[in-house]
């Protein structure tokens, strides 16, 4: 798990990513990892883990089909967030 402090629009927002097992019990499948995001404005708890219930660490980003979005890695994670958060909290 990685966690990451960015300032948009002078707001603070903790963005939490998360190795996400792509292979998912299919034994067809080669492995891959992939991984999840969320975002929040309050910095989550070290032991924040979406794994744990009632831990999530904030809102998950969502792809278009309302599942929560797959990403190749850590940065491409990060980039999307400072890319997307600033019209995502407007609209909170």
Known sequence: MMTEKLSINGQDVWVVVEALD??????NILPAEYFVA???SQEPPVA???HEPGKMPGKVFKAEDNTPKRFLSPVEAIEYAAEKLPVLLEDE
Do not use: R, V
């Not at 792509?22 to 034994?27: I, K, T």
């Open 22 to 27: 792509a292979q998912e019990g299919n034994p």
């Open 38 to 40: 969320y975002y929040s």
């Open 48 to 50: 924040a883990s979406s």
